[in-house]
C-alpha cells in the first residue's frame, strides 16, 4: 500500500514555520494564560489542513484506524480493558504509520509546535523531543460515538502539560454532534464545533473536558506535550490555610491542577451522566460506573475532604442560577 501525497514542494516545512508562532500570538496567547484554553480557526492553512484530511481518510479507506481502548480499574481494584463504542485511532509513535504519512511525520518530528507554545506563553516549560509529544488520529464513527467528562493529565506520573486538537470536518453542520465541550472550573461549559482547520489549545493538567455525542463521521487529531515541570508537589495539594473563603479558593483552583482532587465529587452527577453518554450498554458500562460510585463514597469517607467538596457544591449551585448554566 502506497504512502499519501505531500501537500507540494510548494508548501512550507513545519520545521522552519513561523506561522505556528503567528498563529498563537495575541489573543489566543492570553486566553490560554487567563483561562487555560485558546480556539483558534485556520490555524494551519488550506494546504496543510487539506494534507492532514487527506491522509486521514486513506487510512480510513483501507481500514488501518483502530478500535478505542481504554483501561482502567473496576470496583474492586481489577484492571479492565473497555472499547468506547465508534472511535476509532491510531497513533504517530509507530514508525510504519509515519512512513505512510508524511504529512503527519513532519509533524511529529518537527519542534515548531513546542517553540511556538513556549515563546508565545510564559511558563509552559514544554519539552521538545519526540519522547515528549505524543500524536493520535481519531475517527469518531457518529452513532453516538463521544467521551465522558475527564483531564487528559489526571495527575502523576503523568506529565502531559497542553493539549493540541485540531478538526478536520468541512461539512460539519449544527445537529452533527461531536462537539468538544470544555467545563473550566466553576464556570460556564464551552462548547466548540469540530469544524475544519479549528484548532482547540488547552491545559491539560487544568481543563476538565468531554466530546459531546456525535451523530455523523468526524476526523481530527489531537498533540500532547510534556511539561518539564508538571504535577510537582504543590499541583496536588491544596492549602487551605491560603485561602480565606471559597471566592479566593475557587479563583485559585481555576488554573490549578489541584482542581484534580474535587472535581468528580463536584461534578458527580455529571460525569455519571457523561459516562451514560458514553458508554450506552456496551461492555465495561456498569463496570466503568460503578467506580465512579467507589470513588465517590472513598471521598465522602475522608470527613474534610466531603465537607469541602459539599461546600464548593454549593457554592457551584449558586454561580449556575446566578449566571444560568448547567455542567
Given at each position: 500500500?502506497?504512502?499519501?501525497?505531500?501537500?507540494?514542494?510548494?508548501?512550507?516545512?513545519?520545521?522552519?514555520?513561523?506561522?505556528?508562532?503567528?498563529?498563537?500570538?495575541?489573543?489566543?496567547?492570553?486566553?490560554?494564560?487567563?483561562?487555560?484554553?485558546?480556539?483558534?480557526?485556520?490555524?494551519?492553512?488550506?494546504?496543510?489542513?487539506?494534507?492532514?484530511?487527506?491522509?486521514?481518510?486513506?487510512?480510513?479507506?483501507?481500514?488501518?484506524?483502530?478500535?478505542?481502548?481504554?483501561?482502567?480499574?473496576?470496583?474492586?481494584?481489577?484492571p479492565i480493558q473497555c472499547t468506547?463504542?465508534?472511535?476509532?485511532?491510531?497513533?504517530?509513535?509507530?514508525?510504519?504509520?509515519?512512513?505512510?504519512?508524511?504529512?503527519?511525520?513532519?509533524?511529529?518530528?518537527?519542534?515548531?509546535?513546542?517553540?511556538?507554545?513556549?515563546?508565545?506563553?510564559?511558563?509552559?516549560?514544554?519539552?521538545?523531543?519526540?519522547?515528549?509529544?505524543?500524536?493520535?488520529?481519531?475517527?469518531?464513527?457518529?452513532g453516538g460515538g463521544c467521551f465522558?467528562?475527564?483531564?487528559?493529565?489526571?495527575?502523576?506520573?503523568?506529565?502531559?502539560?497542553?493539549?493540541?486538537?485540531?478538526?478536520?470536518?468541512?461539512?460539519?453542520?449544527?445537529?452533527?454532534?461531536?462537539?468538544?465541550?470544555?467545563?473550566?472550573?466553576?464556570?460556564?461549559?464551552?462548547?466548540?464545533?469540530?469544524k475544519m482547520d479549528r484548532v482547540?489549545?488547552?491545559?491539560?493538567?487544568?481543563?476538565?473536558?468531554?466530546?459531546?455525542?456525535?451523530?455523523?463521521?468526524?476526523?481530527?487529531?489531537?498533540?500532547?506535550?510534556?511539561?518539564?515541570?508538571?504535577?510537582?508537589?504543590?499541583?496536588?495539594?491544596?492549602?487551605?490555610?491560603?485561602?480565606?473563603?471559597?471566592?479566593?479558593?475557587?479563583?485559585?483552583?481555576?488554573?490549578?491542577?489541584?482542581?484534580?482532587?474535587?472535581?468528580?465529587?463536584?461534578?458527580?452527577?455529571?460525569?455519571?451522566?457523561?459516562?451514560?453518554?458514553?458508554?450506552?450498554?456496551?461492555?465495561?458500562?456498569?463496570?466503568?460506573?460503578?467506580?465512579?460510585?467507589?470513588?465517590?463514597?472513598?471521598?465522602?469517607?475522608?470527613?474534610?475532604?466531603?465537607?469541602?467538596?459539599?461546600?464548593?457544591?454549593?457554592?457551584?449551585?449558586?454561580?449556575?442560577?446566578?449566571?444560568?448554566?448547567?455542567?
Amino acid at each position: 500500500m502506497g504512502a499519501c501525497t505531500h501537500p507540494g514542494d510548494g508548501g512550507a516545512s513545519l520545521s522552519t514555520w513561523a506561522r505556528v508562532g503567528q498563529s498563537l500570538a495575541g489573543a489566543p496567547a492570553q486566553s490560554l494564560r487567563e483561562h487555560g484554553y485558546a480556539v483558534i480557526d485556520g490555524f494551519w492553512g488550506e494546504q496543510w489542513s487539506e494534507g492532514y484530511r487527506r491522509e486521514m481518510r486513506h487510512l480510513l479507506d483501507h481500514n488501518l484506524m483502530l478500535p478505542n481502548k481504554t483501561q482502567f480499574l473496576d470496583a474492586r481494584g481489577q484492571p479492565i480493558q473497555c472499547t468506547k463504542p465508534n472511535i476509532f485511532e491510531l497513533d504517530l509513535h509507530n514508525e510504519e504509520v509515519r512512513r505512510l504519512l508524511p504529512v503527519f511525520g513532519e509533524l511529529f518530528g518537527s519542534s515548531a509546535l513546542v517553540e511556538g507554545l513556549n515563546d508565545a506563553v510564559d511558563g509552559l516549560a514544554l519539552v521538545p523531543g519526540t519522547d515528549a509529544t505524543t500524536v493520535k488520529l481519531q475517527y469518531n464513527a457518529g452513532g453516538g460515538g463521544c467521551f465522558p467528562l475527564h483531564y487528559d493529565n489526571p495527575g502523576p506520573p503523568n506529565k502531559r502539560r497542553v493539549t493540541m486538537l485540531t478538526y478536520l470536518n468541512p461539512g460539519w453542520e449544527e445537529g452533527d454532534g461531536g462537539e468538544l465541550q470544555l467545563v473550566p472550573w466553576m464556570s460556564k461549559p464551552v462548547t466548540v464545533a469540530p469544524k475544519m482547520d479549528r484548532v482547540v489549545i488547552f491545559l491539560s493538567d487544568v481543563v476538565l473536558h468531554r466530546v459531546l455525542p456525535a451523530s455523523k463521521g468526524r476526523l481530527c487529531f489531537t498533540v500532547w506535550i510534556d511539561g518539564a515541570g508538571t504535577n510537582a508537589p504543590e499541583d496536588n495539594a491544596i492549602d487551605m490555610r491560603k485561602f480565606p473563603d471559597l471566592d479566593t479558593l475557587a479563583v485559585h483552583l481555576a488554573l490549578s491542577p489541584a482542581q484534580r482532587l474535587l472535581a468528580r465529587g463536584v461534578y458527580r452527577e455529571a460525569f455519571a451522566r457523561s459516562l451514560r453518554d458514553c458508554m450506552g450498554d456496551a461492555p465495561g458500562s456498569a463496570e466503568m460506573l460503578e467506580s465512579h460510585d467507589k470513588y465517590i463514597l472513598a471521598m465522602r469517607a475522608n470527613r474534610g475532604l466531603s465537607a469541602l467538596v459539599e461546600r464548593l457544591r454549593a457554592y457551584h449551585d449558586v454561580l449556575q442560577t446566578m449566571n444560568g448554566f448547567t455542567v
